[in-house]
Nanobody
Framework: QEQLVESGGGLVQAGGSLRLSCAAA???????YAWFRQAPGKERELVAR????????YYADSVKGRFTISRDNAKSTVYLQMNTLKPEDTAVYYC?????????????WGQGTQVTVSS
């Protein structure tokens, strides 16, 4: 089973920035990627998603204008640049990917990386 490897989480003060990275252990790329997050006691929510071909993106209203999802073709890596972080952004962030372009779910998931924003 293909594994997605995430990195870049940590502790940051409100207003700060972090960049998360996601790449397949094998180095392959997928048709669709997404970042989800789950805070304690809350349901998992979609933060942003991207199509590898064409690079189209979508953002949740709560992060629009502050977060940017992007890809690096040479490194087969997807990033989530998070700026102007708020305490309510504190959560475990998960990278997800799927090879099929015409579906809504994701078959591959990372292990999650903790993002903690202090006030």
């Amino acid at each position: 089973q293909e594994q997605l490897v995430e990195s870049g989480g940590g502790l940051v003060q409100a207003g700060g920035s972090l960049r998360l990275s996601c790449a397949a252990a094998s180095g392959r790329t997928f048709s669709r990627y997404a970042w989800f997050r789950q805070a304690p006691g809350k349901e998992r929510e979609l933060v942003a998603r991207l199509r590898w071909d064409g690079g189209s993106t979508y953002y949740a209203d709560s992060v629009k204008g502050r977060f940017t999802i992007s890809r690096d073709n040479a490194k087969s890596t997807v990033y989530l640049q998070m700026n102007t972080l708020k305490p309510e952004d504190t959560a475990v962030y998960y990278c997800a990917a799927d090879p099929r372009s015409a579906r809504s779910g994701y078959d591959y998931w990372g292990q999650g990386t903790q993002v903690t924003v202090s006030s």
